[in-house]
């Protein structure tokens, strides 16, 4: 395939790997050092159109179909978990505004977003609710305005962002039907924003905690009808999302194969590389099989809902699960391989198998992915 400024995409593959495998080793090192993400390089991602891989040219994107990205969501995924987060969060944040945005809506919010201009926060986990129908920030209309009280946390670049796109319900409503999906801006009066303590893994991306006390919202800038909130949320962002987990854990376990083999083949013990020992060896192909395994589950989760097949919800959960497992083997596995030292802060191992642990809720917990399976294969007999 040939992309809008006449780039192939063999090119393009290869030179996401020569920037992850060169700036994004000195970016993953700052960010580590100093515990944030530094402004450069949300610039440097901008500049060279990482940040609008996944979305229509004529939105100004690179036109990549949905399995094109993951290849190289997977080849990002072997960075820092933060530079990750950037690429897959505004790869895929555009979608959910889209689906439901007028055109006036579109201009404003989505092709900015594309362009790497607006930063837009996913904003619907709660500390009070479980995530979903269980929502418990409300609004109350006023007239041409919606006044937005409760709480979120945990809200990836709640912080740094521009706009939140924020899910609540109307006051007094349950279920589904009474929510709605809100462009709110990030300095729209009666809102404390509290940044959250630093994470075990995926350092220096920001996360917020947001208590809304009557927040003035514009109708205007709500997505859709009143009650199709939760379609906002889960059709057009969720689903993609998770598929595009699954694939950050095969990159990411991809990675701590590499860092496994390296150590393996260059450490020598009683006068042999480790390589030679059958226990790290088998571990190793135990490894290279898991890997390929769930990256080809993924892909096929991936083909499903490009093609819009009913099954993609459920096959989207079946690939985070296997995937999230996978990762956890494989990285314990390359940890184990590297002997203590790989147990020592600075060592990219040890970035490493933290920023994995995060892999195991993002997008859902296991147990989620095992409901949703399991209400597909029930619901269809299977």
């Known amino acids: 395939m040939t992309q809008a400024d006449g780039t192939s995409f063999a090119t393009l593959a290869r030179e996401v790997e020569a920037f992850v495998r060169g700036p994004g080793e000195q970016y993953a090192a700052a960010i580590e050092r100093d515990r944030s993400v530094p402004a450069q390089l949300w610039t440097d991602l901008r500049d060279r159109g990482y940040l609008r891989l996944a979305a229509p040219v004529d939105y100004g994107g690179a036109g990549l179909s949905f399995t094109q990205y993951l290849h190289l969501l997977e080849l990002f995924s072997m960075s820092h978990a ?70 979120k946390h945990l809200i990836t670049f709640g912080v740094s962002c521009d706009y939140w796109l924020l899910f609540a319900r109307l006051d007094g409503s349950t279920g589904k039907d009474g929510t709605v999906a809100l462009m709110v801006d990030r300095h729209v009066e009666g809102v404390r924003v509290e940044p959250m303590p630093d994470t075990m893994g ?156 995060a892999q195991r809720f993002e997008e859902g917990t296991n147990e989620i992915q095992k409901t949703v399976i399991a209400r597909e294969i029930l619901a269809a007999g299977r």
């Open 82 to 151: 933060s530079l990750r987060m950037i690429v897959h969060v505004c790869n895929g944040v555009w979608r959910s505004i889209d689906q439901f945005a007028s055109d006036e809506q579109r201009k404003k919010f989505v092709l900015p977003q594309v362009a790497g201009d607006l930063r837009v926060a996913f904003t619907l986990t709660e500390p009070t609710a479980g995530t979903g129908a269980d929502l418990r920030a409300s609004v109350v209309r006023d007239g041409d305005t919606y006044l937005l009280s409760g709480e």
């Open 202 to 357: 995926v350092r220096g991306t920001d996360h917020a905690h947001l208590i809304f006390d009557r927040a003035p919202v514009p109708v205007a800038n709500r997505l859709g009808e009143e009650g199709d909130g939760l379609a906002v949320a889960l059709g057009g962002f969720l689903t993609p999302s998770r598929i595009g987990v699954a694939m950050t854990c095969v990159g990411l376990a991809r990675r701590a194969q590499e860092l496994a083999v390296e150590h393996a083949r260059n450490r020598v013990t009683f006068g042999k590389p480790l390589t030679a020992r059958q226990a790290v060896a088998f571990a190793l192909a135990e490894n290279a099989a898991d890997i390929e395994a769930a990256r080809q589950l993924t892909l096929h989760a991936a083909r499903r809902w490009e093609a819009g097949q009913s099954d993609a919800g459920a096959l989207s959960s079946m690939a985070k699960l296997v995937a999230v497992d996978m990762l956890t083997r494989v990285t314990d596995k390359a940890l184990q391989a590297h002997g203590g030292i790989g147990y020592w802060e600075g060592s990219t191992i040890e970035r490493v198998y933290r920023d994995a642990r």
